[in-house]
């Protein structure tokens, strides 16, 4: 429990990724919450709450995602709350599908490496020398290491 099969990109913060529908000659937008190779949840408008039910089908969601648009039919899996989770079905287009997962990955690499490269890097200097005096010592006085609490030791030696 926990583990995800399928990376989720959160996308309350992306300014580029959007959805709409077409219901009765109508389009209704709803904000993308995050969104995976599978599914996606969004957040709407109350006005939608009797459109957005559960197993509902949706055959037309339109999503902009970056710079490309793609048409995914899903089913509402679950409401709360004016948010929609829902599974997109069989019938996606394995190329919708492959620019979503293109998506997610390119934009969760992205991010990533805007962290990693706002960290302080690490400039001690690491020795790749092995002190084997000081581990034939151990070995002699039969230390049972358990983590870090006896690390002092070698340095006794």
Known sequence: KGNRKYLRLDCRNLDNVSGYF??????????????SSVGLACTFKSELTGLLTPNKVLDNIS??????????????????NNVAVM???????????????KFVHSTLISEFNG?????????????NEVDLQAVAAVKKKDVNFDGDSLFGQLEEM
Do not use: H, W
């Not at 648009?69 to 509402?76: H, K, M, Q, S």
């Not at 599974?87 to 997962?101: A, G």
């Not at 962290?115 to 020795?127: A, E, G, L």
């Open 22 to 35: 077409v219901s009765g000659n109508k389009l209704y937008d709803i904000t993308v919450d995050n969104i």
């Open 115 to 127: 962290v990693v490269s706002n960290v302080m890097q690490d400039m001690t200097v690491y020795k």
């Open 87 to 101: 599974l997109f079905t069989k019938q996606i287009s394995s190329e919708s599908r492959q620019d979503i997962k």
């Open 63 to 80: 999503l902009t995602i970056g710079r490309k648009t793609v048409i995914c039919p899903a089913v509402v899996f679950r409401v709360m």
